[in-house]
């Protein structure tokens, strides 16, 4: 993922991303254009509720689309919408799920938290859906995150440790 991150100052509340202006970005910075056309237009297409600032202060999550109004190389979502907008998937009701995993580090020495530096956790087994100081590392963090995303809205059904150590 190459997630990017602005800010920016609105008159006013607004909760239907059609009513935030377009914004741009140049897209040479990030590999996402050539520098010689390098201007990136962000199409917002979902609000949340921002946890880490909270008040007001909203998180935006937006398109990126060229000048001309095509989607860039890496926006993913464009042809999602696409299908999912389609007549006929409109008539269904599809199932699917996304699944959220990842590793947390260390910070000093960039090793998966849990682990002893420079070896290996013993085997999996005892880690998953884990309780304990010995056996769910970093369940601080992944509640922080828990509660960040139900506070935003965003539909999560859920957390749990993995098998690894950290994961």
């Not at 979502?77 to 299908?83: G, Q, S, V, Y």
């Not at 998966?112 to 304990?132: F, I, M, S």
């Amino acid at each position: 993922m190459d997630l990017r991150s602005k800010a920016r100052t609105l008159p006013g509340p607004v909760s239907d991303p059609s009513k935030l202006p377009k914004w741009n970005y140049d897209g040479s910075s990030t590999g996402q254009a050539p520098g010689e056309d390098s201007e990136v237009i962000l199409y917002p297409q979902a609000i949340f509720k921002d946890p880490f600032r909270r008040g007001n202060n909203i998180l935006v999550i937006c398109d990126a689309y060229t000048p001309a109004g095509v989607p860039i190389p890496t926006n993913k979502r464009a042809a999602a919408a696409k299908i999912f907008s389609h007549p006929d998937v409109v008539a269904e009701v599809p199932w699917y799920g996304i699944e959220q995993e990842y590793t947390l580090l260390q910070k000093d020495v960039k090793w998966p938290l849990g682990w002893p530096v420079g070896g290996y956790p013993g085997p999996q087994g005892p880690y998953y859906c884990a309780a304990g100081a010995d056996k769910a590392f970093g369940r601080d963090i992944v509640d922080s995150h828990y509660k960040a995303c139900l506070y935003a809205g965003i539909n999560i059904s859920g957390i749990n440790g993995e098998v690894m150590p950290g994961q």
